[in-house]
């Protein structure tokens, strides 16, 4: 399990999309869940229904559970439990196994210590060299958050690597949208001739 953190826009979701195709070839693997569609208490059931039924129907796969701090207390516990056991029951009482799946939670709880590295740390190498100064700070960041923004500090000691993104710089996101741009007018050609 891995917690991806860093503000919005710096590709954790990318990553773990890429992930997927490198571990699966198979963009089905790929279990993606909008965890802001979970934060009602009322919505416990519709995830677990949701969540093991398409374990069960794909055991191989990269789960993504997208902005995990806005999902509601009732979902977290379920959420305590897979990370713990690596299993669950659905509603049929079979026992649906997540022995061959990565959890993969992203946040963007703590964002505001990532706006301040940006202005001093900025590092493109992709090295990581920078972030592993402040991996201290960001853990401390997340478990102090609040309000809507709040991460559920009993995960943290269930996941079994946190994740910093950096925050990019402009020069990178140059390189990103050349590189889309570069994408998109393929295929206008592919397409349109």
């Known amino acids: 399990s891995f917690l991806f953190t860093g503000s919005t826009g710096v590709g954790k979701t990318e990553m773990t999309?890429?992930?997927?195709?490198?571990?699966f070839e198979d963009d089905r693997n790929l279990i993606r869940f909008d965890m802001t569609?979970?934060?009602n208490q009322d919505s416990l059931e519709r995830f677990r229904t949701e969540l093991t039924a398409r374990v069960w129907e794909r055991p191989y796969s990269v789960i993504l559970l997208?902005?995990?701090?806005?999902?509601?207390?009732?979902?977290?516990?379920?959420l305590l439990q897979v990370l713990d056991d690596g299993r669950l029951m659905d509603e049929n009482n079979r026992e649906v196994s997540f022995a061959n799946a990565y959890i993969i939670?992203?946040?963007?709880?703590?964002?505001?210590?990532?706006?301040?590295?940006?202005?001093?740390?900025?590092d493109d190498s992709g090295s990581g060299q920078?972030?592993?100064?402040?991996?201290?700070?960001i853990r401390e960041s997340?478990?102090?958050?609040?309000?809507?923004?709040?991460?559920?500090?009993?995960?943290?000691?269930?996941?079994?690597?946190?994740v910093p993104f950096q925050p990019l710089s402009e020069a990178t996101m140059k390189k990103i949208v050349e590189m889309k741009l570069k994408k998109l007018k393929d295929?206008?050609?592919k397409k349109h001739n």
């Not at 939670?105 to 900025?122: D, F, K, M, P, R």
């Open 66 to 78: 997208d902005e995990i701090e806005k999902a509601c207390a009732p979902v977290t516990r379920i």
């Open 142 to 162: 997340i478990s102090s958050t609040s309000g809507s923004n709040k991460f559920p500090p009993e995960l943290l000691g269930r996941i079994d690597t946190i």
């Open 130 to 137: 920078v972030m592993k100064k402040y991996n201290k700070l």
């Open 37 to 39: 569609e979970f934060a």
């Open 17 to 23: 999309k890429q992930l997927a195709r490198i571990l």
């Open 105 to 122: 939670l992203t946040t963007n709880a703590g964002s505001e210590i990532y706006q301040t590295i940006a202005q001093y740390g900025v």
């Open 187 to 189: 295929e206008v050609l």
